[in-house]
């Protein structure tokens, strides 16, 4: 007997593909989405990640395969779905030349809420969001963090079931991503679905229960942070930076230390269980690097090892 849509996963997909002519930017992955979980798409720019969040929205129909939300056929009950889940795209859509709070409250009438609902939603979403002060303000008045938590608050407007955030922190300084962390963090307390596209590790590990990791168009891994690192990676990881244009040189010398030897423009990486035993053998080896960084691994080494690039190339 299959689910009923109460029941349904927030999102199902099989062998789902999106095309632009010739091109295939999403080429035929398969996802599943658990209730109430935070679920992250990493990888760089270009790997597919913005093409799915669209059709997951239901604004971008699948080219093929299937795709579902809480049960239903995105490519038939789009309207139905669309009333069920909140949007924050990667750029702010925000009408800059209305206040804080006529941003929320108009949008909750596109929704048909009655004036007065629409009112109490507003008020209660610029309290979670931290701008009750600034609600008479102008939208242009805001700096790049409250604009961004605006645009969550305006996506909660219709009390969705599930939260689409394409790259969510994009552009933003340390201390607005980690008070828009917060707050989706309380968004997820509350049962709230998150599904969310980064590029940033650190955002990756810190939001996401469960992950894939994007490469054109393709899922080549998926998992928990804490699964994929101790899969793919080491426990820790030797930085060392040599004399500019000598990366190339230190190959053969630092051969066989640890379990892999990675050389990146900019330094040279060596995975290994023990990184400072790591250093000793080069050090003792001969190599003389100018600065050297003892790490645990991270999402992108992840990325690295399945890929050969970086998560910023």
Known sequence: MGMTNETAAPLRARRLTKSFGEVQAVRGIDIDVRPGEAF????????GKSSTMRMIACVS????????????????????????????????TLDTELTVFENLWVYG?????PRAEAKRRAA?????????????????????GMKRRLSIARS???????LLLDEPTTG?????????????YRLKQQGVTLVLTTHYMDEAEQLC?????????????????????RTHSTREVLELRFAAGTNDQQGPLLAGIGSRVETLPDRVLVYA?????????????????????VRRSSLEDVFLTLTGRTLVD
């Not at 992250?40 to 790997?47: K, Q, T």
């Not at 009438?109 to 809420?113: A, G, M, N, S, V």
């Not at 909660?156 to 599930?162: A, G, T, V, Y």
């Not at 990791?213 to 690192?229: F, H, K, N, R, T």
């Open 109 to 113: 009438r596109f929704f048909d809420l």
């Open 40 to 47: 992250g798409f990493l990888g760089p720019n270009g790997a």
């Open 209 to 229: 229960d469960r992950l894939v990791v994007m490469d054109q168009g393709l899922i080549v891994a998926e998992g928990s942070p804490q699964e994929l690192i």
């Open 61 to 92: 129909p699948p080219s093929s395969g299937s795709l579902e939300l809480f049960g239903l056929d995105a490519a038939t009950r789009g309207a139905e779905i669309r009333g069920r889940i909140g949007v924050v795209p990667q750029l702010d």
């Open 172 to 184: 933003l300084d340390p201390q607005a991503r980690h008070v828009l962390w917060d707050r989706l």
């Open 273 to 293: 269980d023990d990184g400072e035993a790591a250093l000793s053998e080069a050090h003792r080896r001969g190599a003389v690097p100018e600065s050297a960084l």
């Open 124 to 144: 209660e979403l610029l309290e979670f969001a931290q701008l009750s002060d600034r609600a008479k303000d102008v939208v242009d008045t805001l700096s790049g």
């Open 156 to 162: 909660l407007i219709n009390e969705p079931e599930m």
